[in-house]
């Protein structure tokens, strides 16, 4: 059974930085797409970054890119996302989402067939 457990949520003002974790266990695929996505109360999950483990490559939004990094560690199952120059509007509920066996990176909600829980971001200005 594939489980996703993130962590590293919290509060944090206006220019501040964040890591997010998120563990992966429960497929053995060689290659697979990781995504962090966030939702606030009212409106769509939106991506904010996706990594394809077979080579590494990315995907981020402008709405984030310069400032978020997604980075992996295979031997540890875990995927990180590095949020840096947080903004208020950064503030959301952020997802780890997965798509086991998937060949090359995915940003659209519907690729991914797992999710986790869900880790708070609020950012004050």
């Known amino acids: 059974q594939v489980q996703l457990v993130e962590s590293g949520g919290g509060s944090v003002q206006a220019g501040g930085s964040l890591r997010l974790s998120c563990v992966a266990s429960?497929?053995?695929?060689?290659?697979?797409?990781m995504g962090w996505f966030r939702q606030v109360p009212g409106k769509e999950r939106e991506g904010v970054a996706a990594?394809?483990?077979?080579?590494?490559?990315?995907y981020y939004p402008d709405s984030v890119k310069g400032r978020f990094t997604i980075s992996q560690d295979n031997a540890k199952n875990t995927v990180y996302l590095q949020m840096n120059s947080l903004k208020p509007e950064d503030t959301a509920m952020y997802y780890c989402?997965?798509?086991?066996?998937?060949?090359?990176?995915?940003?659209?909600?519907?690729?991914?067939?797992?999710w986790g829980q869900g880790t708070q971001v609020t950012v004050s200005s």
């Open positions: 989402a997965a798509s086991p066996g998937a060949f090359g990176v995915r940003y659209y909600v519907s690729d991914f067939g797992y």
């Open positions: 990594i394809y483990t077979g080579d590494g490559s990315t």
């Open positions: 429960g497929y053995t695929y060689s290659s697979n797409c």
